[in-house]
C-alpha cells in the first residue's frame, strides 16, 4: 500500500492533512438546474475539447502536497517534469521538513517506476494494467490521475451522454456522462470546468475533483491547484503547484539518468 501513496497526487499520487471534509452531497438539482438542450451539450463537449487539445507540450513545475487517509495525515513537496510527445513524466517527492528525497516517479511510455532510496526499492508497473488499490487501498482510475497530471480535463473513455443542465440563474452548467464503469458530472463556471465528480457504478465510491487557479499562457490552460476528496475512505487530497513554466521544451529524467544503488531491490508488480 505504501508503494503509491506519495504518488497519489499527479499526480498521480504523498498527502498530509487538513483534515478530512465529509465527501460533500449535492443539493437537489431539479431545484437549481433545468435540461438543457444539445446545443448546450454540445458546446460543454466542446469546451473541454479546447482545454485538452491545447495541453500543454511541456511543463514543469514545483508543488506542495497536503493531504488525508482515514487518520493518517501526510505533507510532502516535490517538483515536476513532463514532455507529452515524449510520454514522459518525472516527479521527486521531498520530505516536508529535511528536504530529503523519499520517492521518485517515472512514467516512460506505458512504463512506470517507483523508487524508494531508504529503502532501496523499486516497483515497476505498467500504465496499462496499474491497480491503484493494490498500493493505496482506493480504486480510483490511474488514466483519470495521469491526465490531471498532463494538464488536461479527464473524460472517461467511451462514454455516452447521460444528461445536460443549466442553473436556473444562469451561473452554470453540468454534462453528466456515464460508460461502463462510471458516471462523471463535469460543472462549469463561465463556460470552464471547475469541478469533476466520478461515482463507481460498482462500488459506488464517490470522487470530487476541484479545478482551481488556472494559469493561463495562449491557449494552454493549467489548474494550479487541485483538489480530491473521497468518501467512504475519508481521503483528501490538496495539490499546490508553483512556478509554472509550460510549453518550454524540459529535460524529463528517465530511471536511466540516475544512479542506483547496487544491492536495488527491484519488484515487478
Known amino acids: 500500500m505504501r508503494a503509491m501513496i506519495p504518488l497519489m497526487t499527479v499526480l498521480v499520487a504523498a498527502l498530509v492533512g487538513c483534515g478530512t471534509a465529509p465527501f460533500r452531497q449535492d443539493e437537489e438539482l431539479?431545484?437549481?438546474?433545468?435540461?438543457?438542450?444539445?446545443?448546450?451539450?454540445?458546446?460543454?463537449?466542446?469546451?473541454?475539447?479546447?482545454?485538452?487539445?491545447?495541453?500543454?507540450?511541456?511543463?514543469?513545475?514545483?508543488?506542495?502536497?497536503?493531504?488525508?487517509?482515514?487518520?493518517r495525515r501526510y505533507r510532502v513537496l516535490g517538483s515536476v517534469r513532463y514532455g507529452k510527445k515524449e510520454r514522459r513524466l518525472y516527479v521527486t517527492f521531498l520530505d516536508y521538513i529535511f528536504r530529503s528525497p523519499v520517492t521518485t516517479f517515472f512514467q516512460e511510455g506505458d512504463v512506470i517506476r517507483i523508487y524508494y532510496p531508504t529503502e532501496k526499492k523499486m516497483y515497476i508497473d505498467s500504465r496499462k494494467t496499474i491497480d491503484l488499490s493494490n498500493y493505496v487501498g482506493i480504486a480510483m482510475d490511474f488514466d483519470l490521475l495521469s491526465g490531471l497530471m498532463a494538464g488536461t480535463v479527464p473524460v472517461i473513455p467511451g462514454h455516452s451522454v447521460r444528461q445536460g443542465l443549466i442553473a436556473n440563474d444562469a451561473t452554470g452548467s453540468m454534462l453528466i456522462l456515464e460508460n461502463s464503469r462510471f458516471y462523471e458530472t463535469l460543472s462549469f463556471k463561465d463556460n470552464h470546468p471547475d469541478r469533476i465528480k466520478l461515482i463507481d457504478r460498482k462500488t459506488g465510491e464517490p470522487f470530487e475533483i476541484y479545478l482551481e487557479k488556472p494559469v493561463v499562457q495562449g491557449a494552454a490552460r493549467f489548474y494550479s491547484r487541485i483538489v480530491i476528496v473521497g468518501g467512504s475512505d475519508r481521503f483528501r487530497l490538496d495539490i499546490r503547484f508553483s512556478g509554472v513554466r509550460m510549453n518550454t521544451p524540459v529535460k524529463v529524467k528517465t530511471h536511466r539518468d540516475l544512479a542506483f544503488p547496487r544491492d536495488l531491490k527491484i519488484i515487478q508488480m
Open 30 to 71: 431539479a431545484d437549481r438546474y433545468h435540461p438543457s438542450g444539445k446545443d448546450e451539450i454540445r458546446g460543454m463537449l466542446a469546451a473541454i475539447d479546447e482545454i485538452n487539445a491545447h495541453a500543454p507540450e511541456y511543463y514543469a513545475a514545483d508543488f506542495s502536497i497536503n493531504g488525508s487517509l482515514a487518520d
